[in-house]
């Protein structure tokens, strides 16, 4: 079964400062795919960012970067020089290519507050 | 990103009355929709996966009979509580995908139900 762990429930960072959140993942397939979104206080999720599990190369998007080790089974994400407007939630999210039943699993989220 | 509509952002009802919500793709077609419940400060919960003109299939915990759910074209899916009751009182979330297991789902502005 699929499962994903953020074991930081909530950070305040002051503005500028760089942040991590950690999300650690268990699969038993070869063959899975990793997501990020964000939830602003408004409620939408928007997409961040996707990856499978074939393709370890970390991402930087502009302040964005994310860190993909999967021998520790973790796809970490930073936020480089943290601004108001990074405040949210952000979930980590894994897919299974055959055992997850064609599921979305999401982390419990962590709280990320930005402050000036 | 793909952009997926949802509609309404906010709807208080009566008890014992029904309520649908819809949530529509509007620049591609959805092979797959999705629908979450989310508790305030918790994480998103699957409550059913349905594909373009079959049954939807329901997470286990999740009456069918209660949250009844439509996928009537690749572009629209209506979820609709029936018999609606204070404890369905919650967010919900839909979120489409436009190709196979494994690829972004993009999601709706969500819906507060409020049943009084």
């Known amino acids: 079964a699929q499962k994903v762990t953020q074991a930081q429930t909530e950070i305040s960072v002051v503005e500028k400062e760089d942040v991590t959140l950690d999300c650690v993942y268990e699969t038993r397939d070869t063959t899975y795919y990793l997501f990020w979104y964000k939830q602003p206080p408004s409620g939408e999720l928007v997409f961040l960012i996707r990856?499978?599990?074939?393709?370890?190369q970390n991402e930087i998007s502009g302040r964005y970067s994310w860190n993909f080790q999967k021998s520790t089974s973790s796809f970490n994400f930073t936020i480089t020089a943290s601004q108001v407007v990074d405040s949210a939630v952000y979930f980590c999210?894994?897919?299974?290519?055959?055992?997850?039943?064609?599921?979305?699993?999401f982390g419990t989220g962590t709280q990320l507050k930005v402050e000036l | 990103g793909a952009v997926v509509s949802q509609h309404p952002s906010r709807v208080i009802c009566k008890s014992g009355t029904s309520v649908k919500i819809e949530c529509r793709s509007l620049?591609?077609?959805?092979?797959?929709m999705f629908w979450y419940r989310q508790f305030p400060k918790q994480s998103l919960m699957l409550m059913a996966t349905s594909n373009e003109g079959s049954k939807a299939t329901y997470e286990q915990g999740v009456e069918k009979d209660k949250f009844l759910i439509n996928h009537a074209s690749l572009t629209l899916s209506t979820l609709t509580v029936t018999s609606a009751h204070p404890e369905d009182s919650s967010f919900y979330i839909c979120?489409?995908?436009?190709?196979?297991?494994?690829?972004?789902?993009?999601f709706g502005q969500g819906t507060r139900l409020t049943v009084v």
């Open positions: 999210a894994l897919s299974e290519w055959a055992g997850g039943g064609n599921k979305l699993t």
């Open positions: 620049d591609f077609q959805a092979t797959t």
């Open positions: 990856r499978n599990s074939f393709d370890e």
């Open positions: 979120s489409a995908r436009q190709g196979a297991i494994g690829t972004e789902a993009f």
